[in-house]
Structures are given as structure tokens and as C-alpha cells.
């Protein structure tokens, strides 16, 4: 299986910050990654597919970026509703594997 | 717009089959563009995929519970199923039936159900 290891597991930010977080696939999985969002007692969302495109309905302040094996999520200003745990997760080969979790607090 | 909805018993005895079922409505499950998943999440913790469908009955699950599991369709119904036999504690979990969309052919999850959790206990 394709290991996914997301960095860090926590982050706590203030409203208007920029915020990176990465995920790193053990094998390459050239732009075969996606990016989801889950708020607690929710189904996660999809936010980006294939690296780096933006799902509809999916504000511009989130983006994607990276290939192989190493990823990127950015919030470019953080919100009060991007509070939530992101997930990235790779279709590059079944099973599909996501990343443990990355949980995004309130500073 | 698009709804996913799971159905069946919260809880499970240990050694008994889970069982669930994910109503699809506001468009049809066969559609030649979609697939159908299973994904649960223990409480607290990551995402695992379980298997996918596709509205003609063609299959593929994730190895580490492949022995145990089955996902089928009915079309008629628009709905898919889960069966995971022999169950333990550590199959707890919410589980979410999801949309598998192919973008530039490379597949997500773009509609999920709002989840359900089955909890395995005597």
C-alpha cells in the first residue's frame, strides 16, 4: 500500500493567516492526489483533485500544488469556517490511501 | 442536487455481518461516469477505503478486508450495498457511502453520504 504521511498533525492559526500543510505519498503517485476537509460530526469535502484544480463551489483562497511524492494545501487567509481537519488521500493505485489528518485549530 | 443516505442497524454483535445500504437520489446510480464507494473512519481517527462499485456489479476493495467484504448494486433501487462478515471491535466505525468521480481520469470522492456508525458490541 501507498503510505501517506501528512505534516504537521496540528496547527493552530489565526484568522487571516497563510497556512501550508504537506503530505508526502512513499511512492510516487505523479498528480494522483486529492485534498478533502472535515468538520467534526461532518462527511469529509473534496477541496482539490489532481494536485492542484480547485472543486467547484470551492472558495480561491485554497490551493494545491506539487507531483511525485510531495504536496502541498495552502488557505492563503485563513476563515473562521476553514477550522477543520484536512485529509489528503491518493487515487494513484487501490487501496486508496489517505493521510492521517491534519487538524487546524484556533490560536 | 445529488444525496447520498446510509441506512441499517447502529449496532453489530461480534462475529455477526454488518450490513448497510446507501440510497442515491437526485440522479442515477447508473450512470456510466461514476463509481460507488464505502469509506469509514474510526471514532477519532483516519479514513479507510473499503471498495467500489460500478452500476453494472464490476467490483475492486481494499485488500486488508477483502476477505470479508462485500459491496453490491441495485439499480432498480438506486442503492448499493456493504456486507463486512465477522465482524470485531476494531470495525467500528462511522461509515460513508460516497460518489467516485474520474477527473482527468484519476478518481475522488465528490459526493459523500453524512455517515452512519456502526459500533460492534455484545
Known amino acids: 500500500d501507498i503510505q501517506m504521511t501528512q505534516s504537521p498533525s496540528s496547527l493552530s492559526a489565526s484568522v487571516g493567516d497563510r497556512v501550508t500543510i504537506t503530505c508526502r505519498a512513499s511512492?510516487?503517485?505523479?498528480?494522483?492526489l486529492n485534498w478533502y476537509q472535515q468538520k467534526p460530526g461532518k462527511a469529509p469535502k473534496l477541496l482539490i483533485y489532481?494536485?492542484?484544480n480547485l472543486q467547484s463551489g470551492v472558495p480561491s483562497r485554497f490551493s494545491g500544488s506539487g507531483s511525485g511524492t510531495d504536496f502541498t494545501l495552502t488557505i492563503s487567509s485563513l476563515q473562521p469556517e476553514d477550522f477543520a481537519t484536512y485529509y489528503c488521500?491518493?487515487?494513484?493505485?487501490?487501496?486508496?490511501?489517505f493521510g492521517q489528518g491534519t487538524k487546524l485549530e484556533i490560536k | 442536487q445529488l444525496q447520498l443516505q446510509e441506512s441499517g442497524p447502529g449496532l453489530v454483535k461480534p462475529s455477526e455481518t454488518l450490513s448497510l445500504i446507501c440510497t442515491v437520489s437526485?440522479?442515477?446510480?447508473?450512470?456510466?461516469?461514476?463509481?460507488w464507494g464505502w469509506i469509514r473512519q474510526p471514532p477519532g481517527k483516519g479514513l479507510e477505503w473499503i471498495g467500489s462499485?460500478?452500476?453494472?456489479?464490476?467490483?475492486y476493495y481494499n485488500p486488508s478486508l477483502k476477505s470479508r467484504v462485500t459491496i453490491s448494486v441495485d439499480t432498480s433501487k438506486n442503492q448499493f450495498s456493504l456486507k463486512l462478515r465477522s465482524v470485531t471491535a476494531a470495525d467500528t466505525a462511522v461509515h460513508y457511502c460516497?460518489?467516485?468521480?474520474?477527473?482527468?481520469?484519476?478518481?475522488?470522492?465528490?459526493?459523500w453520504g453524512q455517515g452512519t456508525l456502526v459500533t460492534v458490541s455484545s
Open positions: 489532481t494536485a492542484s
Open positions: 437526485g440522479g442515477s446510480i447508473s450512470s456510466s461516469s461514476y463509481y
Open positions: 460516497a460518489r467516485q468521480q474520474y477527473t482527468s481520469g484519476v478518481p475522488n470522492f465528490d459526493y
Open positions: 462499485i460500478y452500476y453494472s456489479g464490476s467490483t
Open positions: 488521500q491518493q487515487s494513484y493505485t487501490t487501496p486508496y490511501t
Open positions: 511512492q510516487s503517485i505523479t498528480s494522483y
